[in-house]
C-alpha cells in the first residue's frame, strides 16, 4: 500500500516545511544491510528501511499495524521485515503475511503497513515523499559523481533547515569561521588574514539558484557549465547543496533533510581530485562516523543562532553579499507556498572575503 501524504496528515508547523513529491536521502546505500532494519526520519514521517529478498531497498512506517512498535526494532526475515514485539512479518510492499501465534485454520488478519516508493542511486538509498503525486515523477540525480572517490557522513543539526541552505551559499562568512580550513585563507595564531575583494554572479539555473566565480564577461548571455568556473556552488529543491571549488579541486554535496523545525540531517559527500578514479574504475563511496572539521565549525555557528532565529527574523539586516542566500530564501518560499518561482535572474556583485 503506496503511502500518500494529505494536509490533514499533520498541521504541525514542522510539516509544513517538509516539500512534498521530492525524493528524500534515507541513508546511506553501505549503511543498509541485508540483515537488519534501519530507522530514519523525514519531516513528520517516522520510517524503516530494509532490503527484500532480492536486495533492493524497501521503505515503510515504521508502526507494526498489531500494536504500533517500531518495526525498526525487528528483524528481517527472507526479505520481510518482522516485527520485533510478536513477530507478525511484512512483505515489501506492507502486506502483513504471517503471524507467529495463529493455529491451524486461523486466517492472517487483512492488514498492511504504509509503503513508499524507493530507489537507490549515487551511492545513496532514497524515498519519495508523495503529495499531490503517489508515484514519482522524476528520479534523483546527483552532479558530478562519476570518475571520483567519496567520503560521506551523517549528522543532526539542530538548525532550521533553509538556515543550513543558505549558509552554504554565503561567500562571505569563510576567512572568519574557517581560517587554515577553506581554500585560499590561512591564518596565524586567530589573525585573519587582509580580505581580497572579488566579484560574484548569482542566477537562476534550472529552477535552482547559482553562484559563479568568476561572472560571465560583459555581454555575454550563454549559460556556463560548472567545469568552466572556479567557484559554482547551487541550490536546489528540495533542500541540496553543491559547492565545488574547481580550481582547489574539492567537492561537496550537501542533501539536507528536515526533522521537525529547527532540527535537520545532513547527509554530506565530498571528494577531492587527488581521489579521482582516472582509470575507469567504478567510484567508491566510503562512509565515517567523523565528522569534518569545517561541518562542525558550520554546525556550531548556526546551532548557536537558533535561538533568535525561532524567535522570528525582525532583527536581520543584510548585504549585497548577502544576496545569494535571499534568493534561495525567496525560492523555497515559493516552492512552500506552491508558487511559481520568477524573481531576478542574474545579479553581479563585489564582495570582500
Same mark, same amino acid.
Given at each position: 500500500m503506496l503511502y500518500r501524504a494529505n494536509s490533514s496528515t499533520s498541521q504541525t508547523h514542522a510539516a509544513s516545511r517538509l516539500l512534498k513529491d521530492h525524493w528524500y536521502?534515507?541513508?546511506?546505500?553501505?549503511?543498509?544491510?541485508?540483515?537488519?532494519?534501519?530507522?530514519?526520519?523525514i519531516g513528520e514521517f517516522n520510517l524503516v528501511l530494509f532490503r527484500d529478498a532480492d536486495g533492493r531497498p524497501r521503505a515503510l512506517l515504521d508502526r507494526c499495524s498489531h500494536r504500533g512498535v517500531r518495526l525498526s526494532l525487528g528483524r528481517v526475515t527472507e526479505?520481510?521485515?518482522?516485527?520485533?514485539?510478536?513477530?507478525?512479518?511484512?512483505?515489501?510492499?506492507?502486506?502483513?503475511?504471517?503471524?507467529?501465534?495463529?493455529?491451524?485454520?486461523?486466517?492472517?488478519?487483512?492488514c498492511s503497513v504504509?509503503?513508499?516508493?524507493?530507489v537507490e542511486r549515487d551511492f545513496y538509498v532514497w524515498v519519495w515523499i508523495?503529495?499531490?503525486?503517489?508515484?514519482?515523477?522524476?528520479?534523483?540525480?546527483?552532479?558530478?559523481?562519476?570518475?571520483?572517490?567519496?567520503?560521506?557522513?551523517?549528522?543532526?543539526?539542530?538548525?532550521?533547515?533553509?538556515?543550513?541552505?543558505?549558509?552554504?551559499?554565503?561567500?562571505?562568512?569563510?576567512?572568519?569561521?574557517?581560517?587554515?580550513?577553506?581554500?585560499?585563507?590561512?591564518?596565524?595564531?586567530?589573525?585573519?588574514?587582509?580580505?581580497?575583494?572579488?566579484?560574484?554572479?548569482?542566477?537562476?539555473?534550472d529552477g535552482g539558484v547559482e553562484l559563479h566565480i568568476p561572472p560571465r564577461p560583459e555581454g555575454i548571455s550563454e549559460s556556463r557549465s560548472w567545469e568552466q568556473l572556479s567557484v559554482w556552488a547551487r541550490f536546489e529543491l528540495p533542500?541540496?547543496?553543491?559547492?565545488? /571549488?574547481? *580550481? !582547489?579541486?574539492?567537492? #561537496?554535496? &550537501? +542533501?539536507?533533510?528536515?526533522?521537525?523545525?529547527?532540527?535537520?540531517?545532513?547527509d554530506f559527500m565530498g571528494a577531492v581530485d587527488a581521489e579521482r578514479n582516472r582509470t575507469g574504475a567504478t567510484p567508491t563511496a566510503v562512509f565515517q562516523e567523523e565528522e569534518l572539521k569545517i561541518l562542525t565549525q558550520d554546525r556550531t555557528m548556526l546551532e548557536s543562532a537558533r535561538?533568535?532565529?525561532?524567535?522570528?527574523?525582525?532583527?536581520?539586516?543584510?548585504?549585497?553579499?548577502?544576496?545569494?542566500?535571499? /534568493?534561495? *530564501? !525567496?525560492?523555497?518560499? #515559493?516552492? &512552500? +507556498?506552491?508558487?511559481e518561482f520568477d524573481f531576478d535572474r542574474r545579479r553581479i556583485f563585489q564582495v570582500r572575503g
Open positions: 536521502v534515507g541513508c546511506p546505500s553501505s549503511q543498509l544491510t541485508t540483515s537488519a532494519p534501519r530507522a530514519t526520519q526479505g520481510r521485515i518482522a516485527c520485533g514485539y510478536h513477530g507478525w512479518e511484512f512483505d515489501a510492499d506492507g502486506e502483513l503475511r504471517h503471524v507467529p501465534s495463529l493455529t491451524a485454520g486461523d486466517k492472517v488478519p487483512v504504509p509503503a513508499f516508493p524507493v508523495a503529495g499531490q503525486s503517489p508515484a514519482p515523477t522524476y528520479q534523483p540525480q546527483l552532479i558530478g559523481i562519476g570518475e571520483r572517490n567519496w567520503i560521506q557522513e551523517t549528522a543532526i543539526w539542530d538548525v532550521n533547515v533553509i538556515d543550513a541552505v543558505e549558509n552554504a551559499l554565503d561567500v562571505a562568512h569563510t576567512p572568519f569561521l574557517h581560517p587554515g580550513i577553506y581554500p585560499g585563507h590561512r591564518s596565524e595564531e586567530g589573525i585573519i588574514p587582509p580580505l581580497h575583494q572579488f566579484t560574484v554572479e548569482c542566477c537562476v539555473v533542500y541540496r547543496n553543491y559547492v565545488f /571549488l574547481l *580550481r !582547489r579541486g574539492t567537492f #561537496a554535496i &550537501l +542533501n539536507w533533510t528536515p526533522l521537525a523545525d529547527g532540527s535537520c540531517r545532513l535561538a533568535c532565529v525561532d524567535e522570528g527574523r525582525d532583527f536581520e539586516r543584510s548585504v549585497m553579499s548577502d544576496f545569494p542566500q535571499l /534568493l534561495a *530564501r !525567496r525560492l523555497y518560499r #515559493a516552492a &512552500l +507556498n506552491g508558487n
